[in-house]
């Protein structure tokens, strides 16, 4: 059994969430970062997000393989293995007790050994993880009635600056997006690049249905492990998928649009808005493609598709 487990701290309330920092299992509550951690103070962070559904993780290898891409990208180094960030990832759900969980892996720069550095190179990277229950990026009933998203003013942050493939915290302009929204009175917004191509929102990545075929942004944007799914069953159920330049006017003129994410599957949207004009999809709800990819997803999930039963013995240990 790992070393991991073993260092958790015994007695204590698991039942909001648990962490794993620094080698020791935490309450959620409980789990922070140094003011000092570069993690922090530079978002030179890199993090992961997968879920558990009913039981099961959701793609684990896929995300685990995005998260090591991801750090490799960054030069960040923890001490953990692979196996260990995934003993640790299991012993966090199996702690809290969870079925239906969010749960997130990170790796953070940490601070410098050489007091004073500004040398990434002298930082002691660490692993940090935990188990909290079930989050939507949109919440179930919006998703029930399609949600209504802003085009945000503020151009998605170029890729050549800050790559969107590499999952990071540095939301400043999908933060000013729901700052926009929430403002007007929209669920979320959508970022459009500084050249007008749609990229993606806060959290999720964003299709388009026009003519019946599916189209999702080819640029601007994390590469999904959901975007991934609805594409192989969109080939699946013999639905036109593409990966390809998105036009704000094609984004206006949709017939269906929805979001895809690991923390509430495909969600369906019902009005695009500039703040000027909205544009309301179909019979301002859910299209019938976004209805059945959703459908179709949660079907899967419930018959176990890509799930990697949570090993409840790690907390035990
Ligand atoms: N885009 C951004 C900015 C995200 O933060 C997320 C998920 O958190 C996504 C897209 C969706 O990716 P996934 O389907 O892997 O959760």
New binding site residues.
């Given amino acids: 059994m790992s070393s991991h487990v073993e260092e958790r701290v015994p007695d204590r309330d698991f039942s909001q969430g648990a962490a794993y920092v620094k080698g020791r299992f935490v309450p959620l509550m409980d789990a922070a970062v140094p003011v000092t951690d570069w993690g922090f103070t530079r978002s030179d962070v890199v993090y992961d997000?997968v879920h558990v559904y009913h039981g099961g993780f959701f793609r684990l290898p896929d995300h685990l393989d995005r998260f090591e891409r991801a750090m490799q990208a960054r030069h960040l180094a923890p001490p953990e293995t692979r196996a260990q960030m995934d003993d640790i990832l299991h012993a966090c759900v199996a702690l809290a007790g969870l079925n239906d969980a969010y749960v997130s892996m990170m790796a953070l720069r940490g601070r410098p050994r050489v007091r004073g550095s500004r040398r990434p190179a002298d930082c002691d990277n660490h692993f940090m993880a935990y188990a909290a229950p079930w989050i939507d990026v949109i919440p179930p009933e919006v998703q029930a009635r399609g949600a209504h998203v802003l085009i945000s003013s503020v151009p998605r942050v170029p890729d050549a600056s800050v790559d969107?493939t590499v999952?990071n915290f540095q939301w400043g302009d999908?933060t000013t997006g729901l700052l926009e929204a929430h403002g007007q009175g929209f669920d979320t917004a959508v970022l459009c690049d500084a050249e007008g191509f749609l990229t993606?929102g806060?959290?999720?990545?964003l299709f388009v249905v026009k003519d019946g075929r599916v189209l999702t942004p080819d640029r601007g944007?994390?590469e999904?492990?959901?975007?991934r799914s609805v594409l192989e069953i969109c080939s699946d159920l013999g639905i036109e998928a593409t990966i390809a330049p998105i036009p704000r006017a094609l984004l206006e003129s949709a017939d269906e649009v929805f979001a895809?994410?690991?923390?509430g599957g495909v969600m369906p949207i019902a009005r695009v808005s500039t703040g000027r004009t909205t544009h309301i999809l179909g019979n301002d709800r859910p299209g019938p493609i976004s209805a059945a990819l959703r459908e179709e997803y949660w079907r899967r999930h419930e018959a176990g598709w890509h799930l990697t039963p949570v090993r409840r013995d790690l907390a035990e240990a």
């Fill in positions: 997000v969107p999952k999908l993606e806060p959290g999720f990545n944007s994390l999904g492990i959901t975007r895809t994410t690991t923390a």
